[in-house]
């Protein structure tokens, strides 16, 4: 009875930390968007990756609403080319990332990024780094000097 009881109050606890991180992804969601943004999902799939503290915590990935934003780009050539009725086609202007680690063991420590190169040369892997229990999560974006 007692090892049911543990199960079960480590079941409720997850339950609890699902419902809190899907409310912290609505509230941002709730926010709307701005003219010209959208959301944004190019999460790079990886294979599982074991971490030093593997064995003390279960790993899991964090929760993300990540926002783009998307416009036209009126250079020389565009101008020439193209008019409002008939635009270019959109480019991204910037990006915007709400990653939520509400369970940081080390809250000292700030969550961190790095940007690495990927397969394609007009592209690079934006990978956001945290910490016990988060895994890394990446991104694929453009590769431009933002």
Known sequence: NEAAGRADENGGGERVNQVRDAALVADE?????????????????EPRRQYAWSNLYAARK???????????????YNQTHYDKDNPPPK??????????YPELVDRTHTP???????????????RFIAGAPYEELAFRIVKRPW
Not at 35 to 45: C, D, I, T
Not at 62 to 76: A, E, S, T
Not at 91 to 100: A, C, D, L, Q, R
């Open 112 to 126: 961190t990024f790095r940007l690495e190169k990927a397969d394609h040369p007009d592209v690079c892997v934006l």
């Open 62 to 76: 964090p929760r993300y609403f990540n926002r783009v934003h998307i416009g036209y780009d009126w250079n020389k």
């Open 29 to 45: 969601k709730a926010k709307g968007f701005e003219a010209g943004e959208e959301e944004f999902k190019a999460e790079v799939v």
């Open 91 to 100: 480019t991204v202007k910037g990006y915007k990332f709400n990653v939520f």
